[in-house]
T-cell receptor, first 117, second 114 residues
Framework: AQKITQTQPGMFVQEKEAVTLDCTYD???????LFWYKQPSSGEMIFLIY??????QNATEGRYSLNFQKARKSANLVISASQLGDSAMYFC??????????????FGAGTRLFVKA | DAGVTQSPTHLIKTRGQHVTLRCSPI?????VSWYQQVLGQGPQFIFQ???????GRGNFPDRFSARQFPNYSSELNVNALLLGDSALYLC?????????????FGPGTRLTVL
């Protein structure tokens, strides 16, 4: 069964420090996409970063980078130089379905990040 | 360019009633997906529509249905509402329907069933 696991319900980080949010996944598909989204208290899901299963380089978007280890089926999000505005819920998600044509995105339970001043 | 829009933003219904939620995708996006997010959990996939056809369905009862219109906007319908249907309903759009497409989400509709 397809599955996304985020083992850290909550994380604290000091402002300006880096933080890593963990994500492991399970799939039998060869082609899939991995995504991270940020959800502030307002509720909107904000796209942060994407990694394709065939991409050899780790994805980076500004202060966000994705540490992709395919053999270990992990896709950890690294946020560098944390800011107070980074306090939010973070979701790891996997999109698959190339084999069946019925694409769907599965989300993890999320990690709540608290940035301390 | 406008992002994904959803209406209404908030809705209060009673058990047994029916509700229709609406979503307009980003211009040029042909795929729309619906998700249910119960408080404290990650979003759960309900449907994906592409070119007006259902292309994916999650583990939701037949009380949930959806459709996509020629302009690619979409409606999610829920019949015979239960208390457990109270949630944030998110709509997401993407260009195509591949596993590598990035989905962009709307602000959501918060449904409360009393």
């Amino acid at each position: 069964a397809q599955k996304i696991t985020q083992t850290q319900p909550g994380m604290f980080v000091q402002e300006k420090e880096a933080v890593t949010l963990d994500c492991t996944y399970d799939t039998s598909d060869q082609s899939y996409g991995l995504f991270w989204y940020k959800q502030p208290s307002s509720g909107e899901m904000i796209f942060l970063i994407y990694q394709g299963s065939y991409d050899e380089q780790n994805a980076t978007e500004g202060r966000y980078s994705l540490n992709f280890q395919k053999a270990r089926k992990s896709a950890n999000l690294v946020i560098s130089a944390s800011q107070l505005g980074d306090s939010a819920m973070y979701f790891c998600a996997m999109r698959e379905g190339a084999n069946t044509g019925g694409f769907k995105t599965i989300f993890g339970a999320g990690t709540r990040l608290f940035v301390k001043a | 360019d406008a992002g994904v829009t959803q209406s209404p933003t908030h809705l209060i219904k009673t058990r047994g009633q029916h509700v229709t939620l609406r979503c307009s995708p980003i211009s040029g996006h042909k795929s729309v997906s619906w998700y249910q997010q119960v408080l404290g959990q990650g979003p759960q996939f309900i449907f994906q529509y592409y070119e007006k056809e259902e292309r994916g369905r999650g583990n939701f009862p037949d009380r949930f249905s959806a459709r996509q219109f020629p302009n690619y906007s979409s409606e999610l319908n829920v019949n015979a509402l239960l208390l457990g249907d109270s949630a944030l309903y998110l709509c997401a759009s993407s260009l195509e329907r591949t596993s590598t497409d990035t989905q962009y989400f709307g602000p959501g509709t918060r449904l409360t069933v009393l």
